[in-house]
Every structure is written in C-alpha cells, then in structure tokens.
C-alpha cells in the first residue's frame, strides 16, 4: 500500500478546496439559505406539515441530498480530470501507486467534502428550523454512502469527459432534474398513482427517501430498499472505474 | 549485473493501427549517459512512456533494475524519475508544495531538506513562495526537473529536456545532468540536438520508424559523424581522375564539373591543403568549393538503407 502516495492526493485535494473556498463551500450553503427562504418561508407559510413534519424541516435532508449529490460529482469530476486537462496526470499514471490507491484519493477528498459541506448545510438549516433527527447513525451512513456513490461517478465522469462541456452535462442534466423529481420539496405520495411508478425509476428517489426516513421516520420507499438501492448504485460504479484501470480507458494509449 | 533498464522484443500498435515499436531490444547500463536519438514520430516518447507506465505495451518485457514494469510495477517506477517533453505543471501551487506532492506519490516520505536541496540545485529556491503560474517558461522546465528528482529516482528520463530552453540555461540543465551521473544515477535523455548527445553521452542509441537501428558507444558514432565532404566546383569539365590524385580517392560527380573528396574532421590531418596543392599541380581550375556534413537524418537513412535490422 502506497500510503504516502493516497495521503498527497488527498491532501492535495483538500488543499484545492481550501483555494476555491467560495466557490466549494460559500455557494452552496448561500443557494441552500436561498432555497429555505423561497420554498420553506413562502411556500412553506400555505403547505405548513406534510406527514406531521413542518414543510421547513421536511425539505432539509432533501435540500441535503440536492447539494451532496451534486457538490460530490463535480469535485471529483473535476479533481481527475483538470491533470488529465493540463496535461499532470503523467506523474499519477507513472508513480508506483495502484488504481485503487488513485481512486481512494481523490474520491475519498471529494466524498470529504461533500459530507463536511452536507454538514454546514445542516448546522445552517437549524438556523431556520428546529430540526430533531430520529436516527443519527442512519443519517451519516447515508450521507456516506451517498457521498462515497456519487463521487465514485463523478470521477467515471472526470475520465469519461473529453472537454469542460461534457463534464457539466451529468450534473446540470441529469443529476439536478433527478434530485428535483425524486422527491427533494415534496414527498412522492402527493403524485398521482402513475407519476408516483415513474419516480420508482429513479434512483435519487431511494436516496431522498431514505436519508428523510432517518431524520423523521417517514419514507416514500421502504427504508431497506434504500439501501440496498445505494449500495447497488456503489457497487455499479465500482465496477466501471475497476474496469477503466484495467482496460486503461482514456488514460492510456 | 542486472541492466538498470532491459527492453526485449517491444511492441506497440496504437488503436489507430499505427506500429510505434516493432520488436525494440534494448539494455540500459547502470550509470550511464544513455541518449536516444531519433527524427520526430521515431517512436522516442512512446519507448519511455512504457517504460514509465504511461503507455500500455501490445507485447514484449521492460524490466527496471531487474523489476518487471508490470508484474512489479511499484519497485519498477520507484526507482524511476521522469521529465516529459510536453511543459505540464499545477499553476497555483509553489514549488515546494508541487515537490512534496510528487515525492509522496512515489511512496517516499517527507524529507523538507531533501526537496530544499532539490530546488537549490535548479535555483528555485528563490521562487519557493511563488505561485507556479507566475514562474518563467525556463523555470517550468526546471521545475518539471526538481519533481522527477523529487523522491531521488536511480534513473531518470529526460525527454527533450532543452526544447525552447535558452544557451545558460541548458548549460546549467547539463552540468547538473553530470552531478546526478557522478552520484550514481542512470539517465536517458532523448534529443534533436546531436551536439547535446556529443557533449553528454557514454552511448548513443539512434530509432527510427520505431526500430532501434544502431546502438553504439558515442566516440564510436562521432567518428561516422565526423565524415565532411568537399566538393571543388571545376572551371573546365574532366574527364577523367589525374593519377596524381589517386591517393585523395576523389570522386567525379556532376558531370566531370565537380570533384568529392571525403574526409575525417576528427583525424589529425583533413588533408584539405595537401589535395588543394594537388590540383593546383595537376592544373585542374576550380571557380568554387564546399564543405557538407552529413545530418543526422542522413546517417538514419544510411543506415536504415544498409541495415534494415537492429545494429547492435
């Protein structure tokens, strides 16, 4: 194992978003406190509960989930794929390190980050409503095994894109419209009968679910399946990036 | 002793259906100066991209130091230190903090002393709080040096290191070059410059068309560069040799207009005044004269023309 070698990824990693602060921790917890403004004080004031849970509160884990799944995708995507744009990844593919050493590097900082600022976002939603979560445990697995997934994507997503427009095409195209129709402002019961089996195709709908189910005891999907969803979903992007080291898909000739 | 690199029957065929190496054998002496010669597309870059783990190989075996690239890829790229052609570095990280990077991702831990001498060495020392973006294109390059030395590499691969570099500069490049050799370091450079592979190397080994066509000690290889050529540009067209000339062993080209002598730069004598006189005697008139040396390309396709297989 090449530890020095995971520990100088990581850090480096980290220490890039120490240098894009605003941009990796301010914004997302300003467009959160936008978010709680609009939909919890204006909408907020005419829905009042869904599921005996005040609207304010209901919205947070998933407002949580939006920025999570969409912060861990674009750092990691774009952690593995500015060396492979300036042209630095000569020295990764060249130092004695293995693939899954790469991996734990720069998906393991990205994940860091996702769950430090799905952290923030919390402590900054308790300054708008008074929020008691049900199950703590359950809450931080999810909110690892959500930031470990969707960071293993962004990174396929970091070697998959040939230029900056490709990179922004799964988050802004795909990842935020899923998060917004999987149940993010409102719970997926509310649907008519045959919009309610489309949501079932989406997979952030689980999620969603799931990390609510922990804050409040209610889910629009059986918790189980939940997690098995996420852990299918980890083990999904797994097997792609296993796959890129050994056929050395667009990282070697 | 083990070579510090061995090649055996290398190949690479890119997706494109391009052969970049066909069937390269090739040792690495322990501590030498070993520089690799080649017009652009020869297949230089590709040939140490294998050796570094950038490239996959289609068939054959790199061994470093006895390691195998593959099966025992992390002892193989340790030892190794590699300084690409292409200028690619962070842009807002310092110097220090871009060295501690590269040796930690050869598996070394920290070692503050080792990266200040690293850095001393190439002068950047100065620039230690500098953001990289702000470094001149020639500190780049020596940077780019400092990180492949970053975790002390017993070999190191210089790919065209000098490409843009100005004359001090490149002075300075070499002299550190022959520190790194004198403390027991393996260096491979590759180079269009054939005065850098005269001044630098213990060996020369010339690719082209992705076959290593000669491999040979430099003195070896200097004396065939060392063939000029004159042509003596005649008033009158001859048709034949004068006898006086014979031990010249000149030759008539042009029509009987021109007369080739081929000589040696290196030999005590060119024999250039002696001929000269010869002429003169012989009363042959010349309006014109001029001397050419053979390129390097020229001697590639010489000895491609005459040696299609490996000239080890």
Known sequence: MNFYGVRAIYTYEMARTGRTLFQSVVSPVISTSLYFIVFGAAIGSRITHIDGVSYGAFIVPGLIMLMLLTQSVTNAAFGIYFPRFVGTIYEIL???????E??????????????????????????FVPIHIEHPFWMLAFLFLTALSFSL????????????????IVPLLIITPLTFLGGTFYSTSVLPPFWRTVTLFNPLVYLISGFRWSFFGIADVNVQMSVAMTLLFLAV??????????????LKN | MTAAISVSHLNKTYASGFQALKDINLDIRHGEIFALLGPNGAGKTTLIGIVCGIVRPTSGRVTVAGHDIIADYRAARSLIGLVPQELTTDAFETPPATLRFSRGLFGKPPNPDHIEKVLKQLSLWDKRDAKIRMLSGGMKRR???AKALAHEPQILFLDEPTAGVDVELRKDMWQLVRELRASGVTIILTTHYI????????RVGVINH??????EDKAELMRKLGKKQLTLELRERVDAIP?????????LAGGGTELIYNYDTRGEHTGITDLLDAVRHAGIKFKDLQTTQSSLEDIFVGLVSRDSGAGR
């Open chain 1, 94 to 100: 060249s130092a004695p390190i293995s693939a899954f």
């Open chain 1, 102 to 127: 790469i991996v734990l590097g720069y998906v393991g900082a990205a994940a860091t980050k996702s769950i430090i600022l799905g952290l923030i976002i919390l402590a900054t939603s308790f300054l």
């Open chain 1, 153 to 168: 994507l962004g990174f396929i997503l970091g070697i998959w894109a040939e230029g900056f427009e490709k990179l922004q």
């Open chain 1, 237 to 250: 992007c797994l097997a792609i990036v296993s796959w890129f080291f050994k056929t050395g898909y667009r």
């Open chain 2, 143 to 145: 940077l780019m040096i």
């Open chain 2, 195 to 202: 005065e850098e592979a005269e001044d630098m190397a213990d």
């Open chain 2, 210 to 215: 992705g076959e290593i066509i000669l491999v």
């Open chain 2, 243 to 251: 006898a006086a000339l014979a031990p010249y062993r000149l030759a």
